[in-house]
């Protein structure tokens, strides 16, 4: 698994991928399991997201985007994070933040279906 590491005046933003199919779909552009393909549009929009999150020079700059629609989760996803990749897809992460240098890991989980 790669991760990308993507450096914003003094703190760093570490994007992790917890499987293996979304950072094929993020480096390659597709996914060899049938699961796990999606349209070339959500393909295309994940990959802007995660360079959105790659790029905020920390989580709380979420918040304003209005376009995105982070939340974070409640009930039994609690911790998790949320953006909207378009109107039928999210992003769901985990933030991390390391003690000492400010870092922050996002580490991404899923795409899920919004409304199923």
Do not use: W
Request: glycine share 4%; aromatic share 12%; with cysteine.
């Amino acid at each position: 698994m790669k991760d990308i590491l993507y450096f914003c005046r003094e703190e760093v933003m570490e994007i992790q991928f917890d499987k293996d199919y979304l950072s094929e779909l993020y480096y390659e552009g597709k996914c060899s399991e049938k699961k796990h393909r999606f349209q070339s549009k959500v393909i295309r929009n994940y990959v802007k997201r995660i360079i959105t999150l790659a790029e905020a020079p920390n989580i709380e700059s979420l918040f304003v985007m209005n376009s995105l629609n982070y939340e974070v989760l409640s009930g039994d996803k609690a911790g998790i994070s949320s953006i909207r990749i378009d109107h039928k897809y999210r992003l769901e992460f985990k933030v991390e933040q390391k003690e000492g240098t400010i870092i922050t890991i996002c580490n991404i989980l899923d795409i899920t279906n919004h409304y199923k």
